[in-house]
């Protein structure tokens, strides 16, 4: 087997050979969740210089962490990232799981330059170079691309703070699954993905309400046999 330059696999918790922290390269991408991956394909693409650093000590981290029944809401057909279909079937709805392998298996197969445990702590210019710093490197390059992801601290709002003891508070960032609720009804306060997903979930063995700042559009999963991504695509 060949590889280019300043390539190397990510395998299990390892980082991978790619370029030296003492070398000018061409791009840093921080982040080696979907979109930072997307970005390294593109990157190799042109044969770029470049490295991917990933702060947790394997690909897919973050999904893993996640609560037990979490699944996309796009079908595996829209799932893909370049160059490589998610390998499930059309009309399915992968897992957690499945996300964070398929993350694992695609820096795998297009040899991506990725290094975990190596968490960004500052990012400077000097001139016409952009200069990275990690616990224990800093790395320099021409540009950077940061793909951390917009959600990287949980938040509660300031209302939850003056709550009495007895009323349990737990995170989405946190929660796992019912069981991990003591018994009675539940308020989960936001409407997006993660919280309908889970009011959904904990809907089917106790009352659930939902609070919302303002009223979002609901849309159906499917309309007239296909997904609502088919619609809108």
């Not at 037990?68 to 399915?92: C, H, I, K, N």
Request: hydrophobic residues 40%; charged residues 20%.
């Amino acid at each position: 087997l060949h590889r280019r330059p300043g390539c190397g696999t990510v395998t299990g918790a390892h980082t991978s050979n790619g370029p030296s922290s003492d070398q000018l390269i061409d791009v840093i991408v921080v982040g080696a969740g979907q979109a930072g991956l997307a970005v390294a394909w593109h990157l190799a693409q042109r044969r770029l210089r470049f490295v991917v650093l990933e702060a947790a000590d394997q690909l897919g981290s973050s999904w893993r962490g996640r609560w037990d029944s979490l699944r996309l809401f796009s079908p595996a057909q829209y799932d893909a990232l370049p160059g490589m279909a998610f390998p499930a079937p059309e009309d399915t709805y992968p897992g957690k799981e499945a996300v964070a392998d398929f993350l694992r298996d695609y820096a795998t197969r297009f040899d991506l330059p990725v290094q975990l445990r190596k968490q960004v702590t500052a990012l400077s210019r000097t001139g016409d170079e952009f200069e990275v710093r990690t616990d224990d490197d800093v790395f320099r390059a021409q540009q950077v691309i940061v793909a951390t992801g917009p959600f990287q601290n949980p938040f509660t709002p300031e209302a939850g703070h003056g709550f009495d003891g007895s009323v349990t508070q737990v995170h989405s960032a946190d929660y796992r699954s019912p069981q991990s609720l003591p018994p009675g009804p539940v308020l989960v306060v936001g409407g997006g993905n993660s919280g309908l997903q889970i009011a959904h979930e904990l809907a089917a063995t106790r009352p659930v309400d939902v609070s919302v700042g303002e009223k979002v559009p609901m849309l159906p999963q499917r309309l007239l046999g296909r997904d609502l991504f088919w619609w809108l695509t």
